[in-house]
């Protein structure tokens, strides 16, 4: 894939290798990053599809389903068919010195058919301050970790009533960092989302993505290497949240992103 954009991969690189030995300031930082937006940007997409992504809506989704967005028309979230516990809906997994971890919200539902609209959010074990304090210690020597960390602290001081919109809310700033521009449609009732599926033509259904035992099993996706701060400990793990790849690549995940994308 390097020889479809040597210039803007070469270019976004120097930068990100110059960062990592300087790391001096909040200034080169900033500089950093609008380089390599710059950079990024010039990259044209050769690999789209003319197709909206269908998807669940996840916690700091895995990377692949990012990869994906970044080639598609846009994001349709199904938010009609029901919670299922131990998946990507309320479970986040990330790189840490020890290997990965779990972070998952605790929810309130009815233990059967709930969908995914009404299930509420729990406040049980302080889960917000755990899953924080999680991710700074797994990231706060990234290299972008600093830079982002506003975007996302306040998610774990306030208080969402629904996982939906929790999810959503994420999700908008994710794709904002990242720069990917897609449209965003959420689908609530069953009559809805059977109107998505009857084009079947128009739509990449990757609802299966919230399962963690698919992402090895994903067509037409491969993941590319990328630098992990726990590399030399832990060898590079893929699939991990998209947080792993935006507070350790920052906008020059986005070639990563696309990369990964067959």
Request: proline letters at 4%; one cysteine or more; a neutral charge.
């Amino acid at each position: 894939a390097g020889d479809l954009f040597p210039k803007t991969t070469l270019l976004a690189s120097r930068y990100l290798y110059g960062y990592r030995s300087i790391r001096t300031s909040a200034f080169s930082t900033e500089r950093y990053v609008g380089a390599v937006c710059s950079a990024v940007s010039a990259i044209s997409i050769k690999k789209t599809f003319a197709v909206d992504i269908l998807s669940h809506p996840l916690y700091l989704a895995p990377v692949p389903l990012y990869s994906k967005l970044y080639g598609g028309t846009g994001l349709v979230i199904d938010g009609c068919s029901p919670f299922i516990k131990q998946t990507f809906r309320s479970r986040a997994i990330i790189a840490t010195e020890r290997g990965t971890q779990s972070l998952t919200i605790p929810v309130v539902h009815d233990g059967g058919r709930t969908a995914m609209r009404d299930v509420r959010i729990s406040e049980h074990g302080n889960w917000r301050h755990q899953h924080w304090n999680a991710l700074v210690s797994a990231y706060r020597n990234s290299p972008f970790f600093e830079y982002y960390a506003d975007d996302f602290a306040h998610f774990y001081e306030e208080r969402d009533g629904f996982l939906l919109d929790f999810n959503l809310r994420l999700n908008g700033v994710i794709c904002n960092l990242l720069g990917i521009e897609k449209e965003i449609k959420v689908v609530d009732t069953e009559n809805g989302l059977e109107g998505f599926l009857c084009n079947a033509e128009r739509i990449l259904d990757l609802r299966h993505i919230a399962e963690p035992k698919s992402l090895a099993l994903l067509a037409g996706y491969k993941p590319k290497e990328y630098y992990q701060v726990f590399t030399l400990r832990n060898g590079f793990i893929p699939n991990l949240s998209i947080v792993d790849l935006l507070f350790n690549m920052g906008p020059e995940g986005l070639i990563t992103l696309r990369e990964s994308c067959l």
